[in-house]
């Protein structure tokens, strides 16, 4: 708990003091091959990046039936910490409703691939990375939080850091929502797929100390459950991970709040490494 108060503390001395800086905000197009088409991408780089030689990055994913520019329009304050901790911020289009996944029922949903494997291999063809998993995180919001900690757990050797803000992480109790039976095929037809398909389910690829975890959620957001059942079972699996719960509903308001935690998680990740 007194770590929990301390991450939330320097948190907020660090937003509150924030200058303006320079970050430089590029959309771009990358091409996936899996889905032989181009996918939109924001690409934040700091102020300071043409001066250094190799920067950390963190992949952000948006939530269900949004895009690629959501976080940087409705949370423009990652600029700021871009510069802040020296970070390249990458935020795929993810798709209306893709859940991040390789869809066994529709080809041109091959999310899974293309952000695990070809957005991360085009990043680091383009960018000065540190091309390793000790310098790449990945979180983001609903749909972007099931998403980053399914990619992360099921790819461990491409990513050591992840975290979930108001993470759909246990989609089993939603079966006719946001587009997931267009992607699996239904829950009644298909059980196992969606028993594969859920982060929860996936807590056996994971040893202590094998991902550097964050995960958070309002108290008042209908994930709220399923966060709190993944937090017990990663505690009853002995999975070390920072988990943080507050007021807040499943809205701006509480992800707008829970990025400058996730990010200064993060960049005590990258430097320890």
């Not at 952000?60 to 990652?78: C, E, F, K, R, T």
């Not at 935020?91 to 999310?111: I, Q, V």
Request: net charge negative; proline share 5%.
């Amino acid at each position: 708990m007194n770590r929990i108060k301390t991450l939330f503390s320097t948190a907020l001395l660090i937003v509150g003091g924030m200058c303006l800086h320079a970050a430089e905000v590029d959309t771009v197009a990358v091409a996936s091959t899996a889905m032989n088409k181009t996918i939109k991408t924001v690409i934040i780089t700091p102020d300071d990046y043409p001066n250094r030689d190799s920067l950390p990055v963190v992949y952000l994913l948006h939530g269900y039936s949004g895009n690629y520019a959501d976080w940087v329009n409705n949370a423009p304050d990652i600029k700021e910490m871009a510069d802040r901790y020296g970070l390249i911020i990458v935020c795929p289009d993810g798709g209306f409703g893709s859940w991040y996944w390789d869809s066994p029922m529709d080809g041109n949903f091959c999310y899974e691939t293309f952000v695990a494997t070809e957005l991360v291999t085009w990043v680091d063809a383009q960018y000065k990375t540190i091309p390793n998993r000790n310098g790449r995180a990945i979180t983001g919001l609903s749909m972007g939080g099931h998403g980053a900690l399914y990619l992360a757990i099921r790819h461990l050797d491409v990513y050591g850091a992840a975290g979930s803000t108001a993470g759909g992480v246990d989609i089993r109790p939603f079966p006719l929502n946001w587009d997931m039976a267009k992607r699996l095929g239904t829950y009644a037809e298909y059980p196992e797929r969606w028993e594969d398909h859920t982060v929860i389910n996936l807590l056996h690829r994971l040893t202590p100390n094998a991902l550097a975890l964050v995960i958070d959620c309002g108290t008042s957001d209908f994930f709220y459950g399923v966060n709190e059942q993944l937090h017990r079972k990663l505690l009853d699996r002995n999975i070390p991970h920072t988990y943080i719960t507050g007021p807040g509903a499943h809205n701006w308001d509480y992800w707008r709040q829970s990025i400058p935690y996730q990010l200064l998680y993060f960049n005590d990740f990258f430097r320890k490494g």
